[in-house]
């Protein structure tokens, strides 16, 4: 599951596609209409779907002749398990030096 979130954190480490995310992660949308509302072509946005796709973040589905995209669940479930891991981790560090400190007193 982390090399599927790694993927996804790739992905997302570029700005314009964290910004068509957030756009599909807020409702569905096709490729035009994100292309209008970015200052990206059409083929551009079209790219970093495919990359958002390729990592599992986003989903698409055929309406007529256009594609429909939204975010995936398990893609962001992915993300948010090795984000919790992370935090867990932390506060389980953050104890121990905190015990360490007042074993020392």
């Given amino acids: 599951m982390f090399a599927y979130a790694a993927e996804g ?3 997302l480490g570029d700005p314009t596609r964290r910004e068509i995310f ?3 992660a807020e409702r569905p949308r096709a490729v ?3 292309a209008s509302e ?3 072509s059409r083929p551009a946005v079209s790219q970093h779907l495919k990359v958002l ?3 599992g973040l986003v989903v698409d589905r055929a309406v007529g002749n256009r594609r429909i995209y939204q975010a995936d669940p398990a ?3 992915a993300l948010r398990a090795q984000l919790d891991t992370f935090w867990n981790q932390a ?3 953050f104890e121990e030096v905190v015990e ?3 074993e020392e007193e």
């Fill in 9 to 11: 954190f790739a992905a």
């Fill in 22 to 24: 957030a756009r599909v």
């Fill in 32 to 34: 035009g209409e994100l």
């Fill in 38 to 40: 970015l200052p990206v």
């Fill in 53 to 55: 796709k390729d990592a």
């Fill in 75 to 77: 893609g962001l479930a």
């Fill in 91 to 93: 506060l389980a560090t």
């Fill in 100 to 102: 360490h400190d007042n």
